[in-house]
């Protein structure tokens, strides 16, 4: 897989309307480390911090975000959207569908609340933070890697559903560009980032268990418009979920 180009993705972004600048690294501690570091530095909105491995990558819940080989890892700064609580991961995991969807040919799901989909398993996920009124955005992609499982859900590879040879450059600018497109999104244009986020999701009418401060079962009725989960239990009450873990395998 060609290697990441700066200069290729920086054109790539200008012709989907962004003038942003981008840093591809060969290594790095953490892309989100970066974009925190360029942010407090004076970095513009949608900057873009990307890197072929990185040894102190994070997901969700300071998990351990494990880099495969030739994966796609980058970050991004979002500034002013720390404001928008969860609906800038919503923005961010829309946006990253869609380029994941138009890059490879096959469609594209979200898993509450993070994680990206293809044929039902995972390949990537998004993860949001926040510094004062500022958020960086990071995305990982397992493009190569074979199949298996992680946290107990199936894992992939998304180049396996790939209808053409993956172009990383491309997919890179596809993604960031995708992602400050739904961030900027206001009016009708929100409505339609929040529907496209209900209708890719892997979870809306099935039944489910979350686990966080709490662990409940249920069936999922909807979304908040901040992507809080909406989830219906067997006694008939409804509970609004900001944050948590869903399990499809064990729910009853």
Do not use: D
């Given at each position: 897989m060609e290697p990441l180009d700066a200069e290729t993705v920086r054109r790539g972004l200008l012709a989907r309307g962004w003038d942003v600048s981008v840093r591809a690294?060969?290594?790095t501690g953490s892309t989100q480390d970066d974009a925190a570091a360029g942010l407090r530095a004076g970095a513009g909105h949608g900057a873009v911090f990307a890197a072929e491995r990185q040894t102190r990558g994070r997901g969700r819940r300071g998990r351990r975000w494990v880099t495969t080989p030739g994966g796609l890892l980058f970050s991004l700064v979002a500034r002013g959207a720390a404001a928008g609580g969860g609906w800038v991961t919503m923005a961010a995991a829309v946006g990253a569908a869609r380029a994941l969807e138009d890059c490879t040919g096959a469609a594209a799901s979200i898993k509450w609340p993070n994680d990206l989909l293809l044929g039902g398993a995972k390949v990537g996920g998004v993860l949001v933070e926040t510094i004062g009124p500022h958020a960086v955005v990071g995305v990982g992609l397992n493009l190569l890697q074979g199949a298996g499982i992680a946290a107990g859900q199936p894992t992939a590879a998304a180049a396996a559903f790939a209808r053409r040879p993956i172009d990383r450059n491309e997919l890179l600018a596809a993604?960031?560009?995708?992602?400050l497109d739904c961030l900027?999104?206001?009016?009708?244009?929100?409505?339609?980032?929040?529907?496209?986020?209900?209708?890719?999701?892997?979870?809306l009418g099935r039944r489910v268990e979350v686990t966080g401060r709490a662990r409940r079962r249920g069936r999922v009725e909807g979304f908040g418009p901040d992507g809080a989960l909406l989830l219906r239990d067997a006694a008939g009450a409804l509970h609004v979920i900001h944050a948590g873990d869903v399990s499809l395998r064990d729910a009853g």
């Open positions: 690294a060969g290594c993604c960031a560009a995708g992602i900027a999104a206001r009016g009708q244009a929100r409505a339609a980032v929040e529907r496209t986020w209900a209708e890719r999701s892997a979870v």
